[in-house]
């Protein structure tokens, strides 16, 4: 199909389709002409998981980027699943050493718990110092008992996570599906604890 | 103290300082003359808690600006918990009548089961809906297969959230506490999952 067809095959205009392109967001069509290319089915998929990955799962265009290379880029499955180390922005917030012992002084006894052994520069380490460096500096450091049992949570939906991709055959399909699990799941697992957090309240505290 | 000195115990630039007062996210200093004013710190304290929104919690200006109004306008500690429902962002997507009816249809026999009774244009619930919806969509239903296990690790969290704030006496430290420990619980719940997913996806897959 070309260009007018793709835009209205996947919903996205032609301005944007050519933006994609030139980010790299979309793979380029066959040429069929200096001034023309065709489009395939393959494009409308990427152009529809390019949308829900900025729409749905609020990410830049830099991340969108990052989550398609791990896609396109997997060499096997462990290492794709990997990908979440590379789906993270890390917050650009600078966390003095004194700081960044004591979270770590915090974090390490509960991941020791769990078996997690991440690296040093894990990108989801050093958010999670960032956010625990916040709280103490907001003087809300009482947030961070809760660690052990958001701990405890997280390794079920984790569990979840790898237990929902069992079923699927190709490394592509699974690759794919991490992806958009991991990262649109951040958003709905965002959406659910606040469902839940206004049950809790009106038990705790009442309706209002 | 003076806006430069406001901006040292802060370290925020003067030209950012003016920007947020700009948009409201400050509240104004005390006027010494025409072109100065005092800020004191209840400013300083102000200026950290929206740089950490912004830099480590990923809020847009606008999302801030929702975020620090539930804090201000509190009426009652559960409405205040309620600001959860405010502090999210939909998505722009629009979702038909169909697959809304579908999404619902999935997702209510799991509310019931959690008490879980949220109101039909609860922003959470339109944001869970369009993320079922990207995962129909994009051929991967099946991730949806996790979503009872999900909710009850979520329901821990929340408790977790909740049980945070009960050593708090007044309601200004329970508001401030809870959009604290949501916003960039949020952020601190994703880093975790990282976490998590590779020491599963390690065990199950194997190491690369």
């Keep these: 199909m070309r260009m007018a067809e793709l835009s209205s095959a996947s919903g996205v205009p032609v301005a944007t389709i050519k933006y994609y392109l030139r980010e790299g967001l979309l793979q380029p069509g066959e040429r069929t002409s200096p001034n023309q290319a065709r489009y395939g089915e393959a494009h409308v998929r990427r152009l529809k998981l390019v949308r829900a990955l900025i729409d749905v799962g609020g990410l830049s265009i830099a991340a969108v980027q990052e989550t398609l290379a791990a896609i396109d880029d997997h060499v096997s499955t462990h290492s794709a699943l990997g990908f979440a180390q590379k ?17 770590l002084g915090r974090f ?7 078996g997690w052994e991440p690296c040093d520069d894990d990108p989801a380490v050093e958010t999670l110092i960032s956010v625990m460096s916040a709280f103490r500096d907001l003087g809300h450091e009482n947030l961070l008992d809760g660690l052990p049992r958001y701990a405890e949570a997280v390794r079920r939906i984790a569990e979840q996570d790898l237990a929902s991709l069992a079923g699927m055959k190709s490394v592509e399909q699974i690759v794919e599906s991490a992806a958009v699990g991991t990262v649109l799941g951040d958003t709905l697992l965002m959406a659910l604890r606040r469902i839940a ?5 009106e038990r705790v505290y009442g309706k209002d």
């Design 108 to 114: 390490e006894p509960i991941a020791k718990e769990h």
């Design 197 to 201: 957090q206004q049950e809790v309240s």
């Design 87 to 103: 789906g993270i922005t890390v917050p650009d917030v600078v966390v003095d050493e004194e700081t960044r012992a004591w979270a």
